[in-house]
DNA sequence: CTGAAAGCGCTTACAG
DNA sequence: CTGAAAGCGCTTACAG
C-alpha cells in the first residue's frame, strides 16, 4: 500500500470515464445524470472509497459547516450541559463543533477567537460573557454570526444576539423561598460581579429582600474578590458564615459555590437546613447528587441551548431576527437543602421579629 | 459597510504593492523579504485587517491543524476530565479540537467519523472502546493518525495505539482493600461487559478474590444486561444488593454506577460504610463531593490525556512509536465510604470465619 | 444530460 | 530578495 493518496473526483471521474464536473454533479445532486453514468461513478466510488474533501469545498463555497464553541470551564456542569446540548443540536443540524475552553483567560479567548476565524466558522456559541470584551468587536468585523448565552453586549452598534434566562426572576423565587420558609439573615454568596449575569443576580437578590420586608442587616453579603475554583470560593465563603451566628439561610449565586459551603458547615456540624437553609443557583446534575441534595434554581438548559442554536442558524441562513435579547424564565426546584424537619415560624416577617 | 468581503492576501500585496506569494513568504517566514517590503506589507496587513484564510492553506498543504475527540459522554466526569485535559494539550501544540460526543451510539459513532475524515482532520483521540469496531477500519483505510484510551483494538493489523491503565490493578488494589478492612460478601457491579475496560475490571476482580482467599460465595455478581444512565443502573443494582442482606462491601466499576447505588441505600438507611463499604472507579471530581466521600480507584486521566496527545503527536510527525500499547497504573483513593468507625476483624480470612 | 473553464485563497518549487 | 506559474480538490455558471 504505502504512501496511496485518498481517492479524489478527478479519480473517481477517470475509473467511471466521465468528466469531474459530472462526478460533482452526481455526489451533490447539482443536475441530473443518465441512469447508466449514475451507475458507473456509484461503482467507481465504492471501489476507491472515495470521501469528499471538505476543505475544497468550503474554500470553493465560501461557507463552512463548522461552528465554534466558547465556554470558560467545561468542569463545571453547567457548562458540561451546555456543551452536550449546543453540540448535540449541531450536530442535527449538519453542523461539527470546536471546542474552545478558555479557563476564563483573555488571552485564551483571543487565541481562540482568532482561530476559529480563520478556519471560517460558520457561527460561534459564546458560552458566557467573555473577559476580554473586545473579542466581540473581532467577532462582529469579520461577519461571522455569533450568539451569547447568559449575558449581553453593551455595545448596541455591534450584532450579537444573546439567550439569557431572567436573573431577576431567580433571585426572587430564591428570596420568596427562603422567607416562606421563615429564613431571618440570609447570606448572600457570590463569585465576583466580574459580569452581567452575576451582577443580575445581586440586584435581583436586593431587590427581592426589600419586597419581602427584608431590611438593612437581615442580610450578609459575601462576595469573592477574586476569581478562581468555584468550591474552593465557597469553601471559603463558608468559614465567613460560620463566624457570624445569625445566619439561617444563604443563597448562593451557583451550584458550585453552593458546595463549597456545604462541604465547610458540614465539617463543622452545622445541620443543613435545620441550622442553615440553602439554595443554589443552575440546577447542575450533580444538585441532585450532593447530600443534602440541593434546592437550586432552575436554569433551562436544554431550552437554552436549543434556542441558541436556533437564532445562530437563523442568523446564517441570513434570516432576520425579531429580537435581540431572548429572555427565558428559570424555576426553582425544592430539595433537602431546605426542608426542614423542624418547621420554624413560617413566613414570619422579619421586620416584625421583636 | 455591507458585503465587503474578507481581505486575501492578494489585498495585501495589492496595497503594499507587491506580488501575492511575496505576502505569503513574509507572514509564514519561509523566505527572506527586504525590510522595506516587509514594513509596506506589515501596515496593509493591519490596515486591512488581514487574517489568513486556514482553509485554503490546510488545502494546499494538504494537512490541516485539526483533531477530532470522540467521547462517548460528556456528562460523565471522567470524559469531561479526559476532554478537558485533551484538548488543553492540543491547544498548546497548535491544534483546535472537534468535540465529538455519541452518545454510544454506533450509528453517530460512523457519522462523527466520516465527518472528521472529510474534514481531514490530522488526527483523531478515540476515548473509549467503540461500539462499530468496523470505524477503527475506516480510520486506518483514511490513514488518520488516531490513538484509543482506555482500550485496545484486537486486529493487530491496524495501527491504533492504546494508552491504558491496567484494569488487572485497579480491580486487585480495590479487593485488597475491602480484605483489610474485613469485608465478608463483596458485590461486583458492573455495567455490561460490552467492552475491554469493563470485562478487564472484571476480570482482575474475580482474579484478586481467589488471591485474597474469597471463594465462590464470598462475592455476588450484578451486571447489567443493557446499557443506559450508569446512576440509574447503579440505583438498580442497589435494589438487588439490598434483597442479599450477607452483602457487606461493594466494589463498582465506576463511579457512576456507586453513586447510583449510594442513594438506594441511603433511602434505605443502609449505613455507609459501616453496613455497606463502598469502593467505585474511575475517581472524578464528584467522588469527593458525595457523602459519604468515595473510595476510589484513581484514574491518572490528566497524565493519560497527555500521554495519548504526545503519542497521536509522534504518529501526525511520522514519528516511530517505541510500542503499542501504553500501560498506566491505576491508584487508591480512600475516603469516607470504607473507613468504618466500627472496626470488623480487620484482615480476617473469610475462609476461617467458621 | 455532460464537459471545458474559471476560480476559491493559499503554498511552493523555480527562475531571475 | 521577488515574482510568474502551477496546483491543492472542489463548485458553478455556461455552452452545447
Redesign the interface.
Known amino acids: 500500500m504505502g504512501k496511496s493518496k ?1 481517492a479524489t473526483m478527478k479519480d473517481v471521474a477517470k475509473l467511471a470515464g466521465v468528466s469531474q464536473p459530472t462526478v460533482s454533479h452526481f455526489i451533490n445532486g447539482t443536475a441530473p445524470v443518465s441512469h447508466t453514468v449514475a451507475e458507473k461513478m456509484q461503482k467507481a466510488i465504492k471501489e476507491l ?1 472515495y ?6 469545498r ?2 470553493k463555497q465560501e461557507r ?1 459547516n ?1 461552528i465554534g ?1 466558547i465556554i470558560p470551564d ?2 463545571n456542569g453547567y457548562y ?2 451546555i ?2 446540548n449546543v ?2 443540536n449541531l ?1 442535527e443540524h449538519g453542523f ?6 478558555t479557563f476564563y483567560d483573555e488571552r ?1 479567548e483571543k ?2 477567537i ?2 476559529l ?4 466558522v460558520a457561527g460561534i456559541v459564546i458560552g458566557y460573557g467573555l473577559i476580554g470584551k473586545k473579542a466581540y468587536e473581532d467577532v462582529c ?3 461571522i454570526p455569533a450568539i451569547l448565552m447568559d449575558d449581553k453586549v453593551e455595545d448596541d452598534e455591534l450584532n450579537i444576539p444573546s439567550v439569557e434566562v431572567n436573573n431577576f426572576t431567580g433571585s426572587k423565587l430564591a428570596v420568596e423561598h427562603l422567607y416562606n420558609i421563615g429564613a431571618k439573615k440570609i447570606c448572600y454568596a457570590s463569585e465576583p460581579l466580574f459580569n452581567r449575569t452575576s451582577n443580575l443576580r445581586f440586584e435581583g437578590f436586593k431587590k427581592a429582600m426589600k419586597e419581602f420586608g427584608y431590611g438593612e442587616n437581615d442580610s450578609f453579603i459575601c462576595i469573592e474578590n477574586n476569581q478562581y475554583n468555584k ?1 474552593e470560593m465557597g469553601y471559603n465563603i463558608g468559614a465567613q458564615i460560620l463566624l457570624n451566628n445569625n445566619i439561617d439561610a444563604v443563597f448562593a449565586s451557583s451550584d458550585q459555590l453552593a ?1 463549597g459551603i456545604i ?1 465547610r458547615l ?1 465539617e463543622h456540624n452545622v445541620s443543613i437546613p435545620d441550622e442553615i437553609a440553602i439554595v443554589g443557583y443552575d440546577d447542575i ?2 444538585s441532585k ?3 443534602p441534595m440541593l434546592t437550586t434554581v432552575s436554569q433551562p438548559k436544554y431550552f437554552m441551548a436549543k434556542k441558541g442554536v436556533e437564532i445562530l442558524l437563523k442568523m446564517i441562513n441570513g434570516e432576520p431576527l425579531t429580537k435581540k435579547l431572548f429572555l427565558l424564565e428559570p424555576s426553582l426546584i425544592i430539595r433537602e437543602s431546605t426542608m426542614m424537619k423542624v418547621e420554624r415560624s413560617t413566613g414570619s416577617n422579619p421586620n416584625n421579629k421583636n
Chains 1, 2 share one sequence.
Open positions: 485518498q472509497g470521501m469528499p474533501n471538505a476543505l475544497a468550503n474554500l463552512t463548522t464553541l467545561i468542569d458540561t450541559e456543551t452536550k453540540e448535540k450536530r461539527i463543533t470546536f471546542l474552545c475552553n485564551l487565541l481562540y482568532n482561530s476565524i480563520q478556519q471560517k468585523k469579520f461577519e468550591i458546595f462541604q458540614k446534575q450533580l447528587l450532593v447530600t
